[in-house]
C-alpha cells in the first residue's frame, strides 16, 4: 500500500520525470499501460473508457432479424480528452479497489517508487483553443500534492492519446531514467538531489538491470538497436540490433541476458510491407543474440496492429500477444529454457483484442500459490487472468466500470450469436428469427459455437449489478442466464420480467423464448403449447396493404416479418423427440459388465488358492470365542483334519 511519508526531492523529480515523458509519444494509448507494485500485492491502471449508456445494449436479444451475419466494431471508442479519467490501485487478493484520482481530462499511465509506497501521474487539462494544462501529481494514502503545473500551448486532437510512461527506476532507488523530448532522448537523474547525471540523445526505452549496474536503453534510427550503460555512466556500447521495439527489453533474474519482442520489415517494397515478430534473447558479456521463436509473420491484409510482451522476475515465464487484422487473438507463454511455447489460449474470445500485457513481478505466497498472475487491456477494459486456471476478474471497482464491461460482453455476444447460429429454413427459404438466440438443440452439443456462448453467459453473470433499478439490467440477466443455458434461472427472469413489462411487441418475443427456454428444459408439450398459441396470432399480426399496378389496383395480404417461424419450431422440437425416443430405446449396456479374465464368483469358475506350505496351529482370540472362522481358514482345515469315521465321534471329540 502507499506510504504516508513524502520524499521531497523524490517529488521534484517524479514531477519531472512525469512531466517529460508526456509528449513522447503522442500515438499511444492513454492509460494504456499497469503497474504492479514491487511485492506484487496491488496493481495501479488508468480507466479512460467512454461513459457508460444509461441503458445497456439488450435490444438485439429481442428483436427480429436476419440469418445473415451482422458484424461491427465491438471494441469501445477512443476516450477523448475533456472525458473523466480514473486511477485506480486494486489489491489482487481481496480485490478491493482504492480511487486515486478522478479529474475531467486525461491521466497517462502511473508509476510506483521503488519502495511501492508512493504513485506518480501526470493529468492533463484541456482548455480552449487547443490549449490545456499539464500537472504532475504524487499521491499517498493521506496526501495529494501538485508537483508541478505547466501551460501547454499547442494540443493537438492526437494528445488526448497520451504516451505510455516508459521510466526506469534504479533498484537501489538512487537514481532514474527519464524520456526526454526536443530533442528525444533518456535524461538520468540523482533522486535524492535532483542533479542531472548524464543525457542520452535519440534514446528511449530505457530498462535497469536487477543489480543496478547497467541500464541498457534503445537507440533510433531507421533501425532500433541496443545500447548498455554502466553505472559509472562512462560511454555507452553497442550491444545489439534488434529491429524495431515497442517495449522496454526485459533483463533476466541474473542480469547476464536480455529478451525482446521485435518487428523487423522483410520485404520493404511491398504495400504494406511484411512484417516479422520474432522474441530474440542477447548475453550481455558477448552481445551474442539470439532467435528464440517467431511470434508472428503478417503480409498482405494480415497488417499487425500492435504487439505486447512481459515476463515474470525469474525469467521463467514470457508472455506475448499480437493484434493482427483478420486473425483470432490469443496470449502465448513461453519458457525460455526449453525453447517453446508451452500455452496459447485466447481472452474469454478470440474475436476481443488483447493489449498492454503486465506480469506479476513476484511469486508471493500472500496473493496466490503460483504468483502467474496477469494484468492485461481486453477491448481497452482493464482484466486480471490467472494463467494457471484461466480465471478471468475483470477489474470493475465501480459501477461504471461494471456498466462498461457488460455492455461490452453483450455487443460481443451479439456479434458472436449473429455470425454462429443456423440459418432457419421453411420450405426452402430462409425466415426471419423473432429472436436473435438460437434455439437448443440447434447446435451440436461440444460445438465451439455453444462453448463460447456458455463464456459469455459465464462472465456476464457475474459482471451483473443487483442493485441496479434500471430494467436493462434485468434483461441483461436474463440474456447471460440463457447464453450459459441455465433454462430454470432463466425462466424464473422472464416471468420477473413480464410482471411490469407492458410493451405488448417486448411481451411477445418474451413468450418466443419462453418456448425455446421450455425445449432446453426438454419440457416439449409446453413448447408446442405456447408455439401453438404463436401461431395463431399469425394471422392477427398480418397486414394488408393496396398495391397498384397496370393492371389496376390490388389488396395484398403481408404476413408478419417472422412468419413461419413456429413451423420450423415446431419441427425441431419433432427432431428432437425422435432422437431422444431412440436414445430410449437403444439398448442399454449392463453396467455390470464382467471381464472374461475374471468371471463373476459363484459360477463354479473360482480359483482356489493354494493352501501355504506350514499353516500353524489355529489362533482364535479368547474374547471372540463364537467367531466364525474367515472362509479360507474353514477351507483350509477342512482339507487337513479328516472327517471322523462313523460310531466313533465320540473317541473323535474327545
Known amino acids: ?303 499487425l496492429h500492435s504487439t505486447s510482451v512481459t515476463a515474470d522476475r525469474d525469467g521463467e515465464n514470457v508472455v506475448f500477444a499480437t493484434s493482427i487484422a483478420n486473425e483470432p487473438s490469443q496470449v502465448s507463454r513461453f519458457h525460455p529454457r526449453e525453447r517453446s511455447v508451452v500455452d496459447k489460449f485466447p481472452m474469454l474470445d478470440p474475436t476481443l483484442s488483447i493489449e498492454n500485457l503486465a506480469l506479476s513481478p513476484v511469486n508471493n505466497l500472500d496473493v496466490k500459490p503460483s504468483g502467474a498472475m496477469l494484468a492485461l487491456r481486453l477491448n481497452g477494459l482493464p482484466l486480471l487472468c490467472d494463467l494457471d486456471s484461466r480465471q478471468l476478474v475483470p477489474l470493475t471497482p465501480d459501477a461504471d466500470l461494471r456498466a462498461a464491461w457488460t455492455a461490452m460482453v453483450l455487443t460481443s455476444a451479439d456479434q458472436i450469436v449473429r455470425e454462429l447460429r443456423p440459418q432457419s429454413i421453411v420450405a426452402g427459404h430462409a425466415i426471419k428469427r423473432p429472436i436473435a438466440p438460437p434455439m437448443p438443440g440447434e447446435l451440436e452439443f461440444n460445438s465451439e459455437a455453444l462453448h463460447r456462448f456458455r463464456r459469455f453467459g459465464r462472465i456476464g453473470h457475474d459482471l451483473i449489478d443487483k442493485s441496479a433499478n434500471e430494467p436493462s439490467w434485468e434483461l441483461a440477466n436474463l440474456i447471460f442466464d440463457y447464453l450459459r443455458e441455465d433454462y430454470p434461472a432463466a425462466l424464473q427472469d422472464i416471468e420477473a420480467v413480464e410482471t411490469h413489462e407492458a410493451d405488448p411487441n417486448l411481451r411477445l418475443r418474451l413468450l418466443n423464448l419462453r418456448a425455446q427456454v421450455f425445449v432446453g428444459l426438454s419440457d416439449f408439450e409446453r413448447a408446442r403449447g405456447t408455439l401453438a398459441y404463436l401461431k395463431s396470432l399469425e394471422t392477427t399480426r398480418s397486414r394488408k396493404v393496396i398495391e397498384e399496378s397496370s393492371s389496376g389496383v390490388s389488396l395484398l395480404k403481408v404476413s408478419a416479418p417472422d412468419a413461419g417461424w413456429t413451423d420450423y419450431a415446431l419441427g425441431r422440437i419433432a427432431r428432437l423427440e425422435a432422437d431422444a425416443a431412440k436414445e430410449d430405446a437403444a439398448p442399454i449396456e449392463p453396467t455390470d459388465h464382467r471381464n472374461f479374465d475374471a468371471p463373476q464368483p459363484g459360477l463354479g469358475l473360482d480359483i482356489i488358492p493354494e493352501p501355504p506350505k506350514n499353516l500353524g496351529p489355529l489362533q482364535i482370540r479368547p474374547d471372540f470365542p463364537n467367531q466364525p472362522l474367515p472362509d479360507n481358514r474353514r477351507m483350509f482345515l477342512e482339507r487337513r483334519i479328516p472327517p471322523p469315521p462313523p460310531g466313533n465321534l465320540e473317541r473323535f471329540h474327545n
Open 1 to 303: 500500500m502507499v506510504s504516508q511519508r513524502l520524499n521531497p526531492p523524490w517529488l521534484r523529480i517524479a514531477g519531472m520525470v512525469a512531466f517529460v515523458a508526456l509528449l513522447l509519444a503522442p500515438n499511444a494509448r492513454a492509460g494504456s499501460s499497469f503497474a504492479w507494485s514491487p511485492d506484487g500485492k496491488w496493481v495501479a491502471y488508468v480507466d479512460q473508457s467512454p461513459p457508460a449508456p444509461a441503458r445497456l445494449p439488450v435490444d438485439w436479444f429481442f428483436k427480429p432479424s436476419n440469418d445473415s451475419t451482422e458484424t461491427g466494431d465491438v471494441r469501445p471508442p477512443a476516450a477523448k480528452l475533456s472525458e473523466r479519467s480514473r486511477l485506480w490501485v486494486t489489491q489482487v487478493q481481496t480485490r478491493k479497489s482504492v480511487l486515486i484520482e478522478d479529474a475531467v481530462g486525461t491521466i497517462a499511465a502511473p508509476i510506483w517508487s521503488p519502495d511501492g509506497r508512493s504513485i506518480a501521474f501526470v493529468r492533463m487539462i484541456p482548455s480552449r483553443e487547443g490549449r490545456g494544462t499539464a500537472e504532475i501529481v504524487i499521491r499517498d494514502t493521506t496526501n495529494r500534492r501538485v508537483l508541478l503545473t505547466k501551460a501547454v500551448d499547442d494540443l493537438p486532437h492526437e494528445i488526448s492519446q497520451l504516451p505510455k510512461i516508459t521510466l526506469a527506476w534504479s533498484p537501489d532507488g538512487k537514481f532514474i531514467a527519464v524520456p526526454a523530448i526536443q530533442p528525444m532522448g533518456v535524461a538520468i537523474f540523482r533522486v535524492d538531489t535532483g542533479r542531472l547525471i548524464k543525457s542520452l540523445d535519440g534514446a528511449m526505452l530505457p530498462a535497469w538491470s536487477p543489480d543496478g549496474t547497467k541500464l541498457l536503453y534503445v537507440s533510433t534510427g531507421d533501425e532500433d538497436w541496443l545500447e548498455l550503460l554502466d553505472s559509472h555512466f562512462g560511454a555507452s556500447r553497442h550491444l545489439a540490433d534488434v529491429g524495431h521495439l515497442e517495449a522496454p527489453p526485459i533483463f533476466s533474474r541474473d542480469g547476464q541476458t536480455v529478451i525482446t519482442l521485435s518487428r523487423a520489415r522483410t520485404q520493404r517494397g511491398a504495400t504494406p510491407p511484411s512484417e516479422e515478430v520474432e522474441l530474440w534473447r542477447v548475453r550481455v558479456d558477448d552481445n551474442k543474440t539470439e532467435r528464440l521463436t517467431t511470434v508472428a509473420t503478417t503480409s498482405g491484409d494480415r497488417i
